[in-house]
């Protein structure tokens, strides 16, 4: 469904350069394309810190283990963004707890969240799902008056933003993955986290390197080795100038399908709020006969996917996981309903910036055709 050849092509004579800088520089790991990079990123984000990480999953993680959060605490989440930040709270060994997710938006229900908080709340992961923003001042709002910790994960939202304000400036953390098919993707794995506070920042440098301070002397608990490469550093320094285009690109395909959706019956889309600037990291619609669809769109020669097909609290890994830890049961089957029925009917359509206009026209043709 992608194709990043045709992206990274058009950047070949400087990516060639970075990675001949960087095998010249004898750096590998943690060096001055990391710092620069970090600079770059936390300046184009509005925070005061980036520290560059192996992977967005890590950067989930990290960032709990920045709060010490662990055994014994609650983190809220959304049970229909790709299981990344249940499987980082199972993996510090908190509780994952699911707040259902809004019917129109898909995104985390924030009227439901005050419900979901106990005397264990420690924390919520905020997805800015498919490169749509969350509305950030009511998620603030609700987990200030809870006294508990936010996290972004705005691994789908590079450059999104909520009335001017970018995704990953609002909460006390944010989380960005480089995967390759990301917004803005490296030619490897990559993560980041941002942050206001000083202290947090420090931890998050010790954390991402073994809990050192100094070097070999294991300061902090719940150290890991998850540090960003210089060559991927490089490379993103090549790739973040040209985000605001990729974006454009993104949201060009998705206003064609949406044109498309709009002559088509039942072909709604959530209505998004004035204040968020989305960046169609995918393109995500719901259908009641989503197979038949999918089927018919496939016997034109157009792939799709579904993000995503099974919610984290019936995923059987995840189940497994919470039985180790003593943490039976999650959310039953059955407890979460939109987040359930949602899954059953959503599909996502090709959107990224090696699309070109005939392919997306082909596209379009072959929906209204399939629907
Ligand atoms: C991709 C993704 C992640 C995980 O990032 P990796 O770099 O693949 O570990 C986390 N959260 C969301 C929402 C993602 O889309």
């Not at 908190?94 to 908080?117: C, E, H, T, W």
């Not at 009641?288 to 995923?315: E, F, K, N, S, W």
Request: aromatic share 6%; proline share 6%; with cysteine.
């Amino acid at each position: 469904m992608n194709c990043l050849s045709a992206v990274h092509g058009r950047f070949q004579a400087d990516l060639n350069a970075a990675a001949a800088r960087v095998i010249a520089s004898g750096w590998s790991i943690l060096g001055p394309e990391v710092e620069a990079f970090e600079q770059a990123w936390a300046a184009r984000v509005g925070t005061a810190h980036c520290i560059g990480v192996a992977s967005g999953s890590d950067a989930l993680q990290l960032a709990l283990r920045a709060l010490d959060i662990g055994p014994g605490d609650e983190v809220l989440t959304v049970a229909n963004a790709g299981g990344y930040s249940t499987q980082a709270i199972l993996a510090v060994g908190a509780r994952p707890v699911f707040v259902d997710i809004d019917a129109d938006s898909l995104l985390m229900n924030v009227g439901a969240i005050g419900g979901a908080v106990t005397p264990r709340t420690r924390a919520l992961i905020v997805t800015h799902l498919y490169g749509r923003m969350a509305s950030m001042p009511a998620v603030l709002e609700a987990c200030r008056a809870a006294g508990i910790a936010v996290i972004e994960d705005a691994a789908q939202a590079h450059g999104a933003s909520w009335a001017g304000r970018q995704a990953g400036a609002w909460a006390d953390l944010a989380c960005f993955s480089f995967y390759p098919t990301k917004n803005l993707g490296a030619l490897g794995d990559g993560g980041a986290v941002c942050c206001a506070d000083p202290a947090l920042a420090a931890r998050l440098r010790q954390l991402r390197q073994y809990g050192w301070q100094p070097k070999y002397q294991v300061q902090l608990p719940g150290g890991m080795n998850s540090r960003l490469d210089e060559i991927q550093a490089a490379f993103l320094r090549v790739l973040l100038p040209a985000l605001d285009a990729f974006n454009a690109a993104r949201r060009q395909v998705a206003a064609c399908y949406e044109a498309t959706l709009a002559l088509l019956p039942g072909g709604g889309l959530p209505s998004r709020p004035p204040e968020a600037q989305d960046v169609a990291h995918l393109f995500v619609l719901g259908h009641p006969h989503r197979d038949a669809i999918r089927a018919a769109l496939l016997a034109r020669g157009i792939q799709t996917d579904i993000h995503y097909p099974v919610p984290d609290h019936l995923q059987p890994g995840f189940i497994a996981r919470a039985r180790g830890l003593g943490l039976l049961p999650l959310s039953p089957a059955g407890s979460l309903p939109v987040t359930e029925a949602v899954a059953g009917r959503v599909f996502s359509l090709p959107c990224h910036p090696g699309l070109d206009a005939g392919q997306v026209e082909r596209i379009c043709t072959a929906l209204a055709e399939s629907w």
